[in-house]
């Protein structure tokens, strides 16, 4: 996909990529869910493909469109449960 936006995209032209790290759940309760920070692997990628880095900027999510932030630690009262939520998105710029 981004071959081909670079291919039909002009010279001078930008490209903004919108991501938010991956949350890989739990496989049982014996393990815990991990984030795993997808937009670092596309930086990578669009970089060694002729995009050229311009910017980022990071998003924070507001509290009302991020599910149970809190939830666990309200739910049981320990310091230690804690759920890994997306509270965050990259908005990664380039230029072609």
């Known amino acids: 996909m981004f071959q081909e936006t670079h291919r039909i995209t002009k010279e001078g032209r930008f490209l903004v990529v919108n991501t938010s790290p991956i949350i890989i759940p739990r496989t049982s309760r014996a393990h815990a869910s991990k984030r795993y920070p997808i937009s670092f692997d596309l930086h990578y990628y669009l970089v060694n ?10 998003w924070l999510k507001p509290e009302s ?3 149970n932030r809190n939830g666990c630690f309200v739910q049981h009262r320990k310091q230690l449960a804690y759920k890994p939520n997306a509270v965050t998105e990259y908005f990664m710029v380039y230029r072609k």
């Open 49 to 58: 493909h002729g995009w050229e880095f311009i910017d980022d900027i990071i």
């Open 65 to 67: 469109s991020v599910k």
